[in-house]
């Protein structure tokens, strides 16, 4: 039996002003890059756009520096806040 790989999962945060085509943008992007995307969970604030999106890196078809100039990209085309990081910096930065 093949060994399962454990997941690499990281965290992507995104705020702005809510418009079309948010999440399909970020998840046309994953899926072009084979990541996974384990969990979303998302709101709207008085027309503010709040959104954490949970994604397995495991077996991406580009690094870390990749995923982050094309969310990058993304970010700056939509006018959004975009940050991606590893699940275990996310935790420790928000740990109450």
Known sequence: ???KN???VCII?????DRV???AKLATAMAKANINILDVNQKIMEDYFVMTMAVDITKATINTEKIKKS???IAEE???NIAF???NIFKAMHRV
């Open 1 to 3: 039996m093949a060994k």
């Open 6 to 8: 454990k997941p690499q």
């Open 13 to 17: 945060t995104v705020t702005g002003a």
């Open 21 to 23: 085509g948010i999440i």
């Open 71 to 73: 969310l990058d990209k």
């Open 78 to 80: 939509m006018s959004l």
């Open 85 to 87: 990081q590893d699940e």
